[in-house]
């Protein structure tokens, strides 16, 4: 058995950390800080951090073939220039929904970018229902709605083969499954793969590993679980010293590392001062599975 580090890495007191993605090319950490409106980058080398702030909630970051970056602040989907800070919108969703903003997106395995919707919160979870949507960003810039009656869009991720796509409504407490058409970017035959336990509260944000098994982070179970999506079953358990993990990804050398994210949010004085590093980066060795590359967003 290998034996499981987990580390915080970096203390950065995020208000909502998400969106982890590992930059091979800079040996970076990408992550946002939602509420704070900010775009961060974690030199795993140097230990140092960059951010660039925008002008409305960040939710969610991904790599852009050619260079920079992609993110969806607000309800837009944005190109991001991480040298001057600058993001240029390329596309918008929900106009017509004043309080919504997009929440977690990920690239497909062909260079889409998928990102979901939510209502603004008024507290963690707490929020008017049914108000959020599915969309991608093609690669023209041109956006696909896939359904809507969302309550939190959160994670999603594909499988190994690319003909099945993972996605999690948080509070729907289920990892879901449709079946993917990769060369039109079209999901069908929406099914439940899992369904989360009392203990592990919400769930949020996931990735795949290289034996197509799932890591889902446990938003208030301070956990993240790995999950065989062929057999529903729950293989594995790694519990966090932080309540509000929100997402995962894997990174470092060959993708053998495994990075959380967390918020503070939500959190009373007394939760915070036995859990001085939430709003941290935690870094967990030792699992004995890597993951995969992230894919970039080709337009
Ligand atoms: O990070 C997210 O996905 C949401 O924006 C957060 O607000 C929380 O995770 C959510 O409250 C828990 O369900
Ligand atoms: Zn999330």
Redesign the pocket.
């Known amino acids: 058995m290998s034996s499981i580090k987990i580390e915080c890495v970096l203390r950065e007191n995020c208000r ?1 950390g ?1 969106s982890p993605v590992w930059e091979e090319a800079s040996s970076s950490l990408l992550f946002v800080d ?1 509420p704070a409106k900010k775009v961060c980058r974690w030199d795993s080398l140097s230990k140092r951090v960059q951010q660039v702030t925008l002008d409305a909630p960040v ?1 969610s970051v991904a790599l852009r073939q050619g260079g920079g970056y992609v993110a969806t602040v607000g309800t837009k989907f944005c190109a991001l220039n991480w040298e001057d800070h600058s993001a240029v919108a390329l596309a918008s969703v929900d106009e017509d929904k004043r309080n919504n903003r997009f ?2 997106g990920k690239v497909d395995p062909a260079g889409r970018y998928f990102a979901g919707t939510m209502a603004e ?1 008024t507290a ?2 707490v929020l008017e229902r049914h108000q959020g949507s599915l969309y991608s960003l093609f690669p023209d810039h041109h956006v696909e709605k896939y359904f809507d009656q969302v309550d ?1 869009s ?1 994670g999603l991720d594909w499988s190994l083969d690319h003909k099945i796509f993972y996605y999690i409504d ?1 509070l729907s407490y289920s990892v879901d499954a449709f079946d993917y058409d990769l060369h039109t970017g079209k999901i069908s035959n929406r099914r439940s793969i899992y369904k989360l336990e009392k203990e592990e509260q ?1 769930p ?1 944000g996931m990735c795949i590993d290289v034996e197509g098994k799932l890591w889902v982070a446990c ?1 208030n179970g301070g956990r993240v679980i790995r999950l065989d999506p062929e057999t529903g079953k729950r293989l594995q358990t790694v519990k966090l010293p932080v309540v509000k993990t ?1 997402s995962c990804c894997f990174g470092g050398k060959d993708y053998s590392e495994m990075y959380v994210t967390c ?1 503070r949010d939500g959190m009373d004085p007394e939760g915070l001062l036995q859990q001085p590093e939430a709003g941290g980066i935690f870094k967990i060795t030792g699992l004995g599975v890597k993951g995969i590359p992230p894919y970039p967003y080709v337009g």
């Open positions: 909502c998400e939602i939710s929440n977690d919160e963690p979870a939190i959160n948080s919400i949020d938003y929100t918020a």
